[in-house]
T-cell receptor
Framework: AQSVTQLDSQVPVFEEAPVELRCNYSSSVSVYLFWYVQYPNQGLQLLLK??????LVESINGFEAEFNKSQTSFHLRKPSVHISDTAEYFCAVSERGSYIPTFGRGTSLIVHP | GAGVSQSPSNKVTEKGKDVELRCDPI?????LYWYRQRLGQGLEFLIY????????KSGLPSDRFSAERTGESVSTLTIQRTQQEDSAVYLC???????????FGQGTRLTVV
């Protein structure tokens, strides 16, 4: 069975600074990887995903994540954050052949002015 | 509707009472998932439906929890004889196929007093 580890429960950062939210997974088979974001008082929504092909995937609002198979990681990065990026970020993995996305505990990104 | 709809958005119930939580998935989505999110914790998988069958009920925490789905439409999660530890946000998600993006509802916040 797969599992997901998000080591950082909270990441405070100043506006316009770079940020990295870490995600490591465990699986014995090939996986699909996702980052979801939950803005305050809103539901979860997909930020970006890796299914196959290029290991670097990007979102429309400047986030990117790179699938690193050897390190079983899918860290999320942004070179310059905005106040509006303040939210809870969840990493998720779904094994090919399984049907259930498994989520990490979430990382709270707090952007200070 | 345009997205996954859950009702009620908030539910306060007395310990020992039964509750029903409803999820209307996106039309045409064959897969439907229920998750539980306790305060400060990640998403805990409860049950998965493919059509109206539930091939994986392994996440249901006890026999007080049950769920059903009508065709590829509405799903109901029922909690009998609620306990205080059942207090959480219950999230429903649907997807057009397995191992792809899950679309989440806003959740039902259940408080057992």
């Amino acid at each position: 069975a797969q599992s997901v580890t998000q080591l950082d429960s909270q990441v405070p950062v100043f506006e316009e600074a770079p940020v990295e939210l870490r995600c490591n997974y465990s699986s014995s088979v090939s996986v699909y990887l996702f980052w979801y974001v939950q803005y305050p008082n809103q539901g979860l929504q997909l930020l970006l995903k890796y299914l196959s092909g290029s290991t670097l995937v990007e979102s429309i609002n400047g986030f990117e994540a790179e699938f690193n198979k050897s390190q079983t990681s899918f860290h999320l990065r942004k070179p310059s954050v905005h106040i509006s990026d303040t939210a809870e970020y969840f990493c998720a993995v779904s094994e090919r052949g399984s049907y259930i996305p498994t989520f990490g505990r979430g990382t709270s990104l707090i952007v200070h002015p | 509707g345009a997205g996954v709809s859950q009702s009620p958005s908030n539910k306060v119930t007395e310990k020992g009472k039964d509750v029903e939580l409803r999820c209307d998935p996106i039309s045409g989505h064959t897969a439907l998932y229920w998750y539980r999110q306790r305060l400060g914790q990640g998403l805990e998988f409860l049950i998965y439906f493919q059509g109206n069958s539930a091939p994986d009920k392994s996440g249901l925490p006890s026999d007080r929890f049950s769920a059903e789905r009508t065709g590829e439409s509405v799903s109901t999660l029922t909690i009998q004889r609620t306990q205080q530890e059942d207090s959480a946000v219950y999230l429903c998600a649907s997807s057009p196929a397995v191992s792809t993006e899950a679309f989440f509802g806003q959740g039902t916040r259940l408080t057992v007093v």
